[in-house]
């Protein structure tokens, strides 16, 4: 929070040198799994993993559950539009590199991984990066990429920090949130209140564990796109007096009763609860 409390063009430079540091992370793993790559072991399934049971399922969803958090931050460049040089031209070219350089870079670190180690071993590994580059180039290298893991995960914060802090800037612009949101700084010209407000939040919530916050932020993110993208279909007074209630709930129902689960080896499941989710 404190790297963002400056001007907007300081940010840029400072998002370009994290930017640096989590794509030569990537890049390393990536090449160093290519290099002792073996596509037998890479695509090596456990008995009955296309078994179209209550198992795959439940592991299909605990998989998409990060995937959809992964891809999330795509969009954070439209919420900098303001400040953005050009922003017609931008924005959309940001959007789609983001989404082709996440995939890019998603499935070819996965299959790397998988290629140079076994999944029994990725399996029961909590911390697959470090264990993963310490079992090709020794511990010392381990501790180094487990270091780096927290820069990419600093580079993370940084930038969706600064996007989400305007979001309650341009509602109290408009009106439809609290006007003390919509103070700038009175030198560096950014909307300050919002960005202490948010950070101060997510200052809070690091005290949770991860597969917490990823699960509640997957479930709050469909039940509000549901609320939101409401279906002609519910057009009758009877259904119309529920949706609002119900329509809601479905989404995160599926999530939760599917999605999730935690266990001691780091796979995340859940359970379905009336009124929270709970994770392991």
Known sequence: M?????????????????????????LWIIISGLLRFNARQAFTFPPGAWTLNQ?????????????????WGYYNVC???????DPGRVIPRAILLSIAGVALLYLTMNVSILGAMPWQEVEKSRFIASDFMARIWGPQTGALVTVMMLWTAFASVFSLLLGYSRVPYAAALEGDYFKIF??????????????????????????????????????IRHSTAAAVMRPNVMA????????????????????????????????IRSRAVPTAVTVE
């Open 2 to 26: 404190f790297l963002l409390y400056r001007r907007i063009t300081i940010i840029g430079r400072l998002a370009s040198f994290l930017w640096v540091g989590v794509m030569g992370s990537a």
């Open 79 to 85: 919420y900098l539009g303001g400040e953005i040089t």
């Open 182 to 219: 919509a103070r700038v700084h009175p030198k560096h010209h950014f909307p300050h209140v919002s960005l202490l407000w948010l950070g101060t939040m997510a200052a809070i919530f690091c005290l949770f564990k991860l597969a917490d916050v990823v699960t509640a932020l997957v479930v």
């Open 236 to 267: 009758t007074p009877l259904l119309s007096a529920i949706e609002p209630t119900i329509i809601p709930m479905m989404p995160a129902a599926l999530t939760v009763i599917v999605a999730t689960r935690t266990t001691e080896a780091g796979t």
């Open 55 to 71: 198992d795959f399922f439940l592991g299909l969803g605990a998989a998409l559950l990060i995937a959809v958090y992964d891809y």
